[in-house]
């Protein structure tokens, strides 16, 4: 069982050098012997970036568009692949996995404008792509928050991201800080997909601070540590293994704060 880790400091930057000793790894409040430590920055990255292109987000489209192809150019390596989706009523994959950034530049920047916001079934459906992809598998989202129309609910959205073995990231454009008007069901939604998929969430008012979110995602893909173990003897009858990992002897600077998948389910839904 593989469980990728990204320790972060108060301010939020990614701690490197850590050793398999300073881990504490739990499975049901069972502690696991780490069978396999590494550093993963080597190890091959999927990436869906999902791009929301309902009528809500249409005035912050073009920076967000420039702000997703800055991270493609800095984060994708000749052994990776990146996967565009947009959604809006519909999901659609604009550009399978590939590392040729020509063609994930002409996919970032073709239109695909449309009135609703299926926000679930985007994450549904791309975690079930990076389902079928070895390695390391990430999901950044970037949308106001709003899901008017999914044919999935937020559920059956996390399991299947769980499922993936998928880290999300949500980047959440808030056009107007202060509207009281806001939907935030999505929103705290995706915050929640997030944190229980070892993500994190980020909240964006402007170009800089978009641009600021994607920095520090490439940041923690680049300072990620894999723990791997074999599951020991199972005292629950429970579908879901829940996880924790602890900080053992950690170095000067701290608190430091520890992402990681919340579990995994025993059996996979059939998709």
């Known amino acids: 069982m593989n469980v990728f880790v990204t320790v972060t400091d108060a301010h939020g930057a990614p701690i490197a050098n850590l050793q398999k ?24 990255l999927s990436i869906v970036l999902g791009v929301d292109t309902s009528l809500s987000t249409r005035k912050d489209l073009p920076l967000e568009l420039i702000s997703a192809r800055k991270f493609a150019h800095a984060i994708v390596r000749p052994q990776d ?21 020509k063609r994930i530049d002409a996919g970032i920047d073709r239109p695909h404008n449309g009135a609703a916001t299926a926000l679930y079934d985007a994450v549904y459906l791309g975690s079930h792509a990076l389902g079928r992809r070895q390695g390391r598998k990430v999901m950044v989202v970037i949308t106001d928050g709003g ?17 993936a073995e998928a880290i999300i990231y949500s980047i959440i454009i808030v056009p107007i800080e202060a509207d009281a008007g806001r939907d935030t069901g999505g929103e705290h939604a995706l915050i929640q997909i997030s944190s229980d998929t070892g993500g994190k969430y980020y909240y964006a008012t402007s170009s800089a601070q978009l641009d600021d979110a994607f920095r520090q995602i490439s940041d923690e893909l680049r300072t990620q540590y894999l723990l791997a173990y074999y599951p020991s003897q199972r005292y629950s009858n429970s579908d879901f293994r829940r996880l924790h990992v602890d900080l053992n002897k950690p170095p000067a600077g701290g608190p430091f704060q520890s992402h990681y998948r919340a579990g995994y389910y025993t059996h996979k839904n059939t998709f």
């Open 81 to 101: 692949g990146l996967s565009v989706y947009k959604f809006s009523e519909i999901v659609s994959e604009v550009v399978p996995f590939t590392s040729d950034l």
């Open 147 to 163: 899901d008017t129309m999914s044919q999935v609910d937020y559920k059956e959205a996390l399991r299947a991201a769980q499922e």
């Open 21 to 44: 000793e300073n881990f504490v790894l739990k499975e049901d409040g069972k502690e696991q012997k780490i069978a396999i430590f590494s550093k993963e920055s080597a190890l091959p």
